[in-house]
Nanobody
Framework: QVQLVESGGGLVQAGGSLRLSCAASGRIFSIKRMGWYRQAPGNQRELVADIPTGGGSTNYADSVKGRFTISRDNAKNTVYLQMNSIQPEDTAVYYC?????????????WGQGTQVTVSS
């Protein structure tokens, strides 16, 4: 199995910054992709950003382009989301997502979620 531990959420004023972290551990053979999703009350879960392993471009939701930056530390199996110029509409629960190969199976794993609340 794969365990994902998220950290870095909290309360921040509009215009401020936060950095989310997600560390993956367990019987991982390889990680294909790591990313962040978010879900605001009454809304569907949406992709914020993701980053593949072994080349390829990162993907960002249009609403966060230019403000959020995703990065990863392959040695630590950790993905980060640097959020700058945060706005109230960024308020949501943020979920880490990892596509990993465990044994012979490739599947998605999800973190427990971390709350980000932006005050205006």
């Amino acid at each position: 199995q794969v365990q994902l531990v998220e950290s870095g959420g909290g309360l921040v004023q509009a215009g401020g910054s936060l950095r989310l972290s997600c560390a993956a551990s367990g019987r991982i053979f390889s990680i294909k992709r790591m990313g962040w999703y978010r879900q605001a009350p009454g809304n569907q879960r949406e992709l914020v950003a993701d980053i593949p392993t072994g080349g390829g471009s990162t993907n960002y939701a249009d609403s966060v382009k230019g403000r959020f930056t995703i990065s990863r530390d392959n040695a630590k199996n950790t993905v980060y989301l640097q959020m700058n110029s945060i706005q109230p509409e960024d308020t949501a629960v943020y979920y880490c997502n990892v596509r990993a190969v465990v044994g012979f199976m490739e599947r998605d794993y999800w973190g427990q979620g971390t709350q980000v609340t932006v005050s205006s």
